[in-house]
């Protein structure tokens, strides 16, 4: 399972309606991102020694709840899908110490990129053991 990404709602990210501004939410969401993929192995090191990296084409989200100044956040990732050169993640955001429902849901499309040729390739076999792996544990820990 991929541990949860956590932070805390600064100041600079609360719009003029008192709540978290729309583009924090991505943010977090992106940062909880990088940890997830970094745990599957596809951080810096990566990028450093295989020349390649994952870029996001897509991202899908909804805001379910306000989230307000100096609220403690967590969010939750999983793979739904893994493809030759492509992953879909989900996340969940919740306010921790809350009732942990979520106050908002991401789908990403990300693609795996040669950063030479700035083309998609297809993932290093390892690489795609490990995505798959996390998609079967992910699966297989979910209640029906």
């Given at each position: 399972?991929?541990?949860?990404?956590?932070?805390?709602?600064?100041?600079?990210?609360?719009?003029?309606?008192?709540?978290?501004n729309?583009?924090?939410?991505?943010?977090?969401?992106?940062?909880?991102l990088?940890?997830?993929?970094?745990?599957?192995?596809?951080?810096?090191?990566?990028?450093?020694?295989?020349?390649?990296?994952?870029?996001?084409?897509?991202?899908?989200?909804?805001?379910d709840?306000?989230?307000?100044?100096?609220?403690?956040?967590?969010?939750?990732?999983?793979?739904?899908?893994?493809?030759?050169?492509r992953?879909?993640?989900?996340?969940?955001?919740?306010?921790?110490?809350?009732?942990?429902?979520?106050?908002?849901?991401?789908?990403?499309?990300?693609?795996?990129?040669?950063?030479?040729?700035?083309?998609?390739?297809?993932?290093?076999?390892?690489?795609?053991?490990?995505?798959?792996?996390?998609?079967?544990?992910?699966?297989?820990?979910?209640?029906?």
């Amino acid at each position: 399972m991929i541990p949860p990404y956590q932070a805390t709602v600064l100041s600079d990210w609360i719009d003029y309606n008192g709540h978290l501004n729309v583009a924090y939410y991505v943010l977090l969401f992106d940062h909880a991102l990088d940890d997830a993929l970094a745990w599957f192995g596809l951080g810096g090191a990566y990028r450093r020694d295989e020349g390649c990296s994952v870029f996001v084409a897509e991202h899908h989200v909804v805001y379910d709840r306000e989230v307000l100044l100096d609220a403690g956040v967590v969010v939750r990732s999983r793979m739904l899908e893994v493809g030759d050169r492509r992953l879909v993640a989900f996340q969940e955001m919740a306010v921790a110490g809350s009732d942990a429902r979520p106050v908002a849901t991401c789908e990403t499309l990300c693609v795996h990129v040669d950063l030479g040729r700035r083309r998609s390739v297809p993932w290093p076999a390892a690489v795609r053991a490990r995505l798959t792996a996390g998609l079967e544990n992910e699966t297989s820990n979910r209640s029906p």
